[in-house]
């Protein structure tokens, strides 16, 4: 891989607090994550992607930071994370951290000063409005657990606004002093060895807060400022950025319109991921089809991130209301499996009913569309929920390992684990752990491994270009290409549960000895590709062609 390592990356998210515990105190630590990573390789990450790891009260799982150049000393030392990213080195996988800055918590050095007098050297630092604004309960990131986003401070005697919870009061972009200790921040972990950082909510890092304007203007150049910086001090590092706006707003976070991109590398494709879900429910690829037609199209090395599960809910905000009713009713029909009226706080693996074949299916589908994937840790063993646990922790788990008490997780009593493990039903660690699926090569874990190798065979798939094969097609099937200098791959899926056949005879004019690389079953010869079959929920990978760069 070259500086644009992570256009063929595989990316794996993880928070490190419930993945392994080393020492025995039920919070999983660095050294944990250490004694895994050998099994991370194996899987063929080749990024791994840390959750907020920083000093925290954890009211909010640790985006709310009280120091942001120090580790949580639940996790181990600053010493511990240089050897996991010297460990990680050394196995070819890269490591990316959470830049959390668009708040603190309430509770860090910063604010503590702000609020105690209008002459504090950090008072600017943060958003006040002397008298109640007007937006006060206007743009909650969380409703129903958020009722304002102005919230006044008995100390300060002012009040201090907070796009999230109260106890993570906003800081103010527009303040230089902000801007360069933002840059200080991603320096210091840029020299302890992090490739790069995923920079949680975006949009709202920028955005320029107008007490009583709740369309605040947003300030772009930051962002142009910040990728220089990070580049400049190490030039293979990466922004990867939450940023769910609308599709028309998307293409200035990757550049200035230049066509230079000058700004994110990366962003989550949460229209796409949003489509996927609806496809999946729908049984249907039309919207996919028309997600790909509607990509707007990126900038030199600009790339998507693409999921199906992440750390949060599944957000289907950007649906239309019959589209979510329509994902709701198949993935999330009971109200607590649903969260802010917009979305789902389910794994997959339950949302598909545990059924192999569908979840083969789904994962098959969103690693071999354009852009780089991400896997959320536990979906390689098909881990479910625990929806006994509030808002978005149903997913956040601690890591099944092993069939040992606690899921092999720790050897802690269990009422001392960050989370309770889930230890009932089809999805309880006797049933679901690593040590079981080792053992069977036939298991979702083994496929998760050939499919994630299969892909690294095929470059074109996150560095090309992909497109619909716009030719007739049996209903419920959906055929795309991914090509690039290292050749062509072709990619059938079947949504639907019926047997097809498919004809795709108008690609025999490229293809130089097809064959399949990967399949949900063992298909007849790709032949003249006039008489593809495809079985319910069936997909298959066919190297159409190879070119001659690697």
Not at 146 to 167: G, I, L, M, N, P
Not at 257 to 285: V, Y
Not at 431 to 438: I, S
Request: glycine share 8%; net charge negative; with cysteine.
């Amino acid at each position: 891989m070259g500086d644009r390592w992570y256009q063929e990356a595989v990316v794996y998210c993880l928070d490190v607090d419930t993945y392994a515990d080393s020492d025995g105190d039920g919070v999983g630590d660095f050294q944990g994550l250490i004694g895994r990573l050998d099994y991370l390789a194996r899987l063929g990450v080749t990024c791994l992607w840390l959750n907020p790891i920083h000093p925290s009260p954890n009211e909010d799982d640790g985006y709310d930071a009280t120091d942001f150049y120090n580790v949580d000393p639940r996790l181990g030392t600053l010493g511990d994370f240089a050897e996991l990213l010297h460990q990680a080195s050394n196995r070819g996988i890269r490591v990316i951290i959470d830049l959390v800055v668009n708040h603190t918590s309430d509770q860090h050095p910063w604010f503590q000063s702000a609020r105690s007098s209008p002459d504090s050297p950090y008072r600017d630092w943060y958003v006040w409005a002397d008298h109640e604004p007007a937006d006060r309960h206007q743009g909650m990131v969380f409703p129903g657990e958020q009722h304002e986003t102005w919230t006044y401070d008995r100390t300060a005697k002012a009040w201090y606004y907070h796009r999230f919870y109260k106890f993570q009061p906003d800081l103010n972009i527009e303040n230089p002093q902000v801007r360069a200790e933002i840059k200080k921040i991603t320096s210091f972990w840029l020299q302890l060895g992090v490739s790069g950082f995923r920079m949680d909510a975006v949009p709202f890092i920028i955005e320029r807060t107008e007490p009583g304007n709740p369309n605040s203007p947003k300030d772009f150049d930051f962002l142009t400022d910040l990728r220089q910086h990070v580049q400049w001090r190490r030039g293979d590092s990466v922004l990867l950025a939450e940023a769910n706006v609308e599709p028309d707003e998307l293409p200035v976070y990757f550049g200035d319109g230049s066509g230079s991109g000058n700004r994110i590398h990366m962003l989550f494709d949460f229209m796409l991921n949003g489509r996927l879900m609806l496809a999946l429910a729908r049984e249907d690829p039309e919207v996919i089809i028309e997600a790909l037609r509607d990509t707007p199209k990126l900038p030199t090395g600009g790339q998507w991130a693409t999921f199906l599960r992440n750390h949060d809910e599944i957000d289907l905000s950007r649906l239309t209301a019959d589209q979510r009713n329509d994902v709701l009713a198949e993935f999330g029909p009971d109200e607590n499996m649903q969260l802010y009226g917009r979305g789902i706080r389910r794994r997959l693996a339950p949302m598909l009913g545990n059924d192999r074949r569908h979840m083969e299916l789904a994962y098959s589908l969103q690693f071999s569309l354009r852009g780089t994937p991400v896997l959320r840790y536990g979906e390689e063993i098909g881990m479910g929920e625990n929806l006994s646990l509030d808002g978005r922790d149903a997913i956040r788990t601690p890591m099944q390992w092993s069939y040992a008490d606690n899921a092999g997780f720790s050897t802690a009593e269990p009422e001392k684990l960050v989370r309770p493990v889930i230890d009932k039903g089809e999805y309880g660690y006797q049933k679901v752990n690593v040590t079981a699926q080792r053992k069977d090569p036939r298991s979702l874990l083994g496929w998760f491994e050939r499919m994630i190798r299969t892909l690294r065979e095929a470059p074109e798939t996150g560095s090309g270009s992909t497109t619909h094969i716009d030719v007739p097609m049996p209903p419920g099937v959906l055929a795309h290409r991914a090509d690039g200098r290292t050749g062509t791959m072709v990619f059938l899926h079947n949504l639907g549960t019926s047997d097809v056949e498919v004809d795709l005879s108008t690609l025999a004019p490229e293809a130089d000895l097809p064959i399949d690389v990967l399949s949900d079953r063992n298909y007849e010869d790709v032949g003249k590709l006039d008489r593809l079959k495809l079985g319910g929920y069936g997909y298959r990978w066919i190297r159409l062609c190879r070119g001659h760069e690697r």
